[in-house]
């Protein structure tokens, strides 16, 4: 089993929908999750982090933890071309950090306009 | 624009030969970690530096080496380069080496092996 799994896509979603992205893990005691963004040819940025079960919004992104199904999601509400990348799930396992942040394949996201 | 800057922007080296990529890690942080990201895969966790002693290693063989200096800047060095060792080499840097810390990313070196 892999330990981040992200549907590859691509996920097309048309301009000004919800675009709903999901992410599954393997381990439990990972406890620190985070979305970044990353556009062809450039590197990941960070958009949310989330540590807690439940919903945290930041502007247009909210992002959603259920660690008893193991599993983090992030919406991204009124979606606009801009939005259009690959979107990376990540995970930090231990509690020290010393094992990095595992990254699932990512999810490529297209806004069609 | 996170702080975190990376050199070389591309390299292209050949089978055999051995590399070096640095990274200047944001203003406040102390903890450096390097990722390797294949075309089409997520970012792997190659190691950590944390106050200049490797604070944790991912499953890459012994010729990724590295080092983190007083200014927390850092080095990778890779030695004996492979075909496959052609990627995206991503730094990021944080306030310390715990978990819950944000990790912000370099721009990234890209590596082609011929």
């Known amino acids: 089993q892999k330990e981040v799994e992200q549907n590859s896509g691509p996920l097309s979603v048309p301009e000004g929908a919800i675009a709903s992205l999901n992410c599954t893990y393997s381990d439990r005691g990972s406890q620190s999750f985070f979305w970044y963004r990353q556009y062809s040819g450039k590197s990941p940025e960070l958009i949310m982090s989330?540590?807690?079960?439940g919903d945290k919004e930041d502007g247009r992104f909210t992002a959603q933890l259920n660690k008893a199904s193991q599993y983090v999601s992030l919406l991204i509400r009124d979606s606009q071309p801009s939005d259009s990348a690959t979107y990376l799930c990540a995970v930090n396992k231990s509690g020290g950090g010393a094992d990095g942040l595992t990254f699932g394949k990512g999810t490529h996201l297209i806004i069609q306009p | 624009e996170t702080g975190v800057t990376q050199s070389p922007t591309h390299l292209i080296k050949t089978r055999g030969q051995q590399v070096t990529l640095r990274c200047s890690s944001q203003?406040?942080?102390?903890?450096v970690s390097w990722y390797q990201q294949a075309l089409g895969q997520g970012p792997q966790f190659i190691f950590q530096?944390?106050?200049?002693?490797?604070?944790g290693r991912g499953n890459f063989p012994p010729r990724f080496s590295g080092l983190q200096f007083p200014n927390y800047s850092s080095e990778l060095n890779v030695n004996a380069l492979e075909l496959d060792d052609s990627a995206l080499y991503l730094c990021?840097?944080?306030?310390?080496?715990?978990?819950?810390?944000?990790?912000?990313f370099g721009p990234g070196t890209r590596l082609t092996v011929l």
């Open positions: 990021a840097s944080s306030r310390s080496g715990r978990s819950a810390d944000t990790q912000y």
């Open positions: 203003s406040g942080h102390n903890t």
């Open positions: 989330i540590y807690s079960n």
């Open positions: 530096y944390y106050r200049e002693e490797e604070n």
